[in-house]
C-alpha cells in the first residue's frame, strides 16, 4: 500500500512538514511580504490574541484615557516590530526566537496548551508594565514624548530579552521571570484609579488574576518554553 501523506516514509507528517518549508520560507524570504507576514500575522496577531486580558484592562481604565491608551498603543506595536524582526533574524540577541508555532498542540507545559499560557504570561506582563509605566511618565509631566520612549523601550527591551531568557538556566531563568511578573503585576495594580476600578469593572480584576495564574504557572513550571 502506498504511503499516504499523513504517514509519509520515515514517519514525517505532513504538519511537520508543512511547519519546516514555512520555517524555511520565513528564513530565506526578506522581502515586504516577509516582513508583515512576520510582524502582522505572527507579531500583531500573536500579541493581540494571547495579551487580550491586559488590552482589556488598558482600554478600561477611563481614568485617564489618553495616557493610557497611548502608551498601550505604542507598546504594542513596538513589540510586534521587535517580534518581526527577531522572527526574521534581522536583528541578533545571542539566541533565537522560539516560534510560537513549533509548539505541538497538546496538554503539559512543554506542549501547545502549556507554551501559549507562558508566552501569553510574559506578554500581557509587557504590555502592562509598558502600558502603566508610559502612562505614568505622561502623568508626571514627560507629556507624550515621555509616555513613547517609556512604553517603547520596555515593549523593545522585553522583547529582545525573551530568547536569552529562555536560554538562561532553569533557576535562574525562573528568578528573572518571577521578579519580572512582580514588578508588571504591581505596576498595574498600584495605578492612580485602578483598585477602585476593580469594584467598578470586576472584568478587569479577572483580567488583572488571569494573568497573575499565567504568570504562576510560568514560574512554577521552570522550564524553557517561555
Known amino acids: 500500500m502506498a504511503p499516504t501523506d499523513e504517514s509519509p516514509p520515515g514517519g514525517e507528517t505532513r504538519t511537520r512538514r508543512r ?89 503539559g507545559p512543554d506542549a501547545g496548551y502549556g507554551f501559549l499560557v507562558r508566552r501569553a504570561a510574559y506578554l500581557n506582563a509587557t504590555l502592562g508594565l509598558g502600558t502603566f509605566l508610559g502612562a505614568r511618565a505622561d502623568l508626571a509631566g514627560a507629556g507624550l514624548p515621555g509616555s513613547v520612549v517609556v512604553a517603547g523601550g520596555v515593549a523593545l527591551c522585553a522583547m529582545l530579552a525573551l530568547p536569552r531568557l529562555r536560554a538562561a538556566p532553569v533557576r535562574a531563568s525562573a528568578a528573572v521571570a518571577g521578579a519580572y511578573y512582580a514588578v508588571s503585576l504591581l505596576v498595574v495594580a498600584t495605578f492612580p484609579g485602578m483598585v477602585g476600578l476593580f469594584s467598578l469593572s470586576p472584568s478587569v480584576a479577572l483580567c488583572v488574576l488571569a494573568v497573575a495564574v499565567a504568570a504562576a504557572f510560568d514560574v512554577a513550571v521552570g522550564r524553557d518554553q517561555r
Open 19 to 107: 511547519r519546516r518549508r514555512r520555517q524555511r520560507r520565513d528564513d530565506d524570504e526578506t522581502g515586504v511580504d516577509a516582513w508583515l507576514d512576520a510582524t502582522v500575522y505572527f507579531g500583531l496577531g500573536q500579541h493581540l490574541l494571547l495579551a487580550l486580558p491586559m488590552l482589556w484592562v488598558a482600554f478600561m481604565t477611563v481614568s485617564t484615557p489618553v495616557a493610557v491608551t497611548t502608551a498601550a498603543v505604542v507598546s504594542l506595536a513596538v513589540a510586534c516590530l521587535a517580534i518581526g524582526a527577531l522572527r526574521m533574524n534581522a536583528v541578533s540577541v545571542g539566541a533565537p526566537w522560539h516560534r510560537i508555532e513549533d509548539g505541538e498542540i497538546g496538554l
